[in-house]
Structures are given as structure tokens and as C-alpha cells.
């Protein structure tokens, strides 16, 4: 089974999400803060990680270095989705390694998961 | 009074939101007032006073009125500015802040209607839930047009720019508004789409245009009508139009269309819905892109909605 690490703050959101993909068939890994996430995803190995921003302890592109600089970790596909959508925020993402940017607002769960869906087909 | 009324004071006041002695108009007419009182009264004081020191007591005087009452006048310019800046800065923060809840709205619902598709539920329910989600989607556009406005006034409105293939785009559009269109009653056709070359733009952006333009056309056209889409090629650019059978602007209205939050008497009455922040936004990426956006309208005819956008380089080759 994919296993997806969500890591978001927001716990409306972070229900949302988790069960709409964990009906969708994949295996939900929950994360709430930047410290968490990296600890999750170091013990647990996700398939994706879908990444927040704006996240206490440490922030999105803090975890995303995090990720990137371990060998074990760095083939993980990172999909950012937070509701920063400036240029430079994108282009900061795009950097650090993520591979998807997606903007909370313009999403529907169904979109999310067919990105989501696209990315894993493409690193396999 | 005739100068109260010809520079139009209280309409000025009105206008701005602000007190009749705080307008630029009043200001300026006390500004010309004062230098006048000022130096007739010095003029009279110092032939009184047939002496050079007097003369130059005066003249101070003159220079301090004049530099104290311009000093007040820039200041509060000044204010007007920063206050103009606060309401932007106010409209982004909290079009921004409410984002995070939309989108839980927008997801839960969804989450629901996945839910509903399995289990069986009373018509109304569903129907309930799907106006829910409709609602939110349309709240969380308006939110979207308000930080884009916000953006633009700040000049924070920041557009991408790479080769995008604009007839991918329009298709896009037009399969979106499939349904309502149908509802309808509605005839889109988009032909003219042959050699149309890559364009030099923000995908997103471009795509926001188009589907604005789209949107207004049929929202504006009664049932049965018929709207047109071309893609042309011009020169450097790509010309993309939408024509419709619809309400039109009237004539008098023309030079206002793409103002913040205009929308033209005659739609009022029928069309409720409509902030009036659309072709204002789309104004704004098409001219960042070096496009021009342009219309013409006949009320009750109907109206033509056209931009251009440069060729990408890439296809010129």
C-alpha cells in the first residue's frame, strides 16, 4: 500500500485530506509540526510527502532541506500544498527540491489526488 | 459660491470619504487665499514702515504662512496615502486569513458528497450539500479576485512568463462552462484555432483572463443564445475574442468598463451576481504582459471581449 505522510497544522484541513486519500486507497501518515514530519518520514519511509508551508517548530522549507539532505530520504517526492502562492515562494520550493507546487484554495481533494496519483507514476 | 460649485467640493468630499476642509480642492483655494491676505497685508505694513528691516520681517512672514500651510497639505496627502496603503495591506491579510477556513469548508463538503455517492441519501440532502459547495467555491473566488486587486494596488501582482500554448487553454475553458452552458441553452463555438503559436505568458494567469471573459459572456447572454471564440494571429501577437448575442454595455458606459468594481447599469437590474473586480484584474495581467485588452458593444446586440498576447520567441523560429 502508498503510504503518504500529510503534514499540516490545520486539523480541519488535515481531516479532510487524510480521509479523502485514505479513501482513495492509500496508507495516511499524519504529521502537525515541521519536527514531526521529519521524524515520521526518517522511521517511517513514506512513498510521498505532502507538505505545508507555514507549520510550527519547523517550517515546510526547513523539512524540505531536512529531506533533500538525506541520502536515505532524498528520492521521496515532496508535493507542497499551502496557500502561499507568490513567486518567490514557489520558486524557493522548486529549489529546495519539491516536486509539485499546489495552492490550497484553487485544489478540490479530487484534484489533489489525481496530482498526486500523476507524481508517484512519474518517480517510479 | 459658483467656485464651491465648479470645483465641485462636496462631490470631491463625498468621493473620498472625508470632511469638506480636508479636500485637495479646498485646500488649494485656502493655499491661493492665504498667499493673497498674506502679502497684501505685508505689502500694506511695510509702506507704513519705510524702513529694509521691515521689509524682511514681512517677507519671513510670507515665506512661514505659505511653507505652514503647504506643510499641512502635504501631510495630509500623506495620510491619505498611507491610509490608502493600510486598506491594502488590510484586504490581503484578511482575504488571506480567510483562505485556511474556505478551503476546510470546500474540502469537507466534497468529502461528504464522495461519501454520499456510496451511501444512499435523500435527494434534498444532497442537493443541500451541493449548494454548500457551490457557495463556498464562488466565496473562495471572490476572496481570490480580492488579493489579486489587493496585489495590483501595490504593485505586488506578480506575473510568470514562459511559452504557453493558448489554444490548450481556451479548449480547457470551454469544456468548463460545458454544463451550464447546456442548462442553457447556450451554442459555444470556438473555431479559428489552426497555426496558432505558442504565446509568451503566465499559464494561469492567461487562463484566469479567458475563463473571465468566457464567464461574462454567458452570464450576459440570454437562454439560446450563441457565443463565438477566435484565436487570430496578428503581427507579434495573438488575438484572442469572444463574441456574444447578449445584454451588451451601453454607450455611455464604454470608458468604464475595466474599472474596480464597475458593472454596467443595464446588468444590474437583471444580473445580481458580479463584483465588478473581473475585467479590472484582467486588464491588469494582459497589460503586464504586454497585451492589450480591448471591447466593443452594442446594448441589447451584444458585445465583442478581445486581448492580445505577444508570440513566445521559441515559435517564431
Redesign the interface.
Known sequence: MTKILIVED?P??HK??A??LA?DGFQIMSAFDGEEAVALAKSKKPDLVLLDIILPKKDGYEVLDELKGDEKMQKIPIVLLT?LE??ENIQKAFDKGATTYLV???Y???DIAKKIKEVLKNSK | MWIVNDLNLKKQARDLGIKFWQTPGFLFIMLGVLSVVVMTATFYISKNYDSPEMLVVAESIVVIVILSVGNFVISLIEQMIRLNRMKSEFVSVAS?QL??????I???T??LL??FRKESVSTKQRQSIENINTLSGKM?KL??DLLDVARIDQG?L?I?KMPVNIVELVEEAVTGVSTIVKMRNIEVVFKDKKNIPLVFGDPEKIRMVIENLLNNSIKYTTNHGKIEIKLLKKGDFVVFSVKDNGVGIPLEQHDRVFDKFFRSDNVVKYQTEGTGLGLYIAKNIIEQLNGKIWFDSVENLGSIFSFSVPISRKSKK
Not at chain 2, 483562505?99 to 476546510?104: C, G, H, Q, Y
Open positions: 490545520e480541519m484541513l479532510a485530506l480521509e479523502f479513501e496557500n507568490s513567486v490550497k484554495s484553487n478540490k481533494l479530487e | 488571506h483562505r485556511t477556513p474556505l478551503s476546510a470546500r474540502w469537507e466534497e468529502l464522495s461519501k473562495t476572496v481570490n505586488r506578480i510568470r
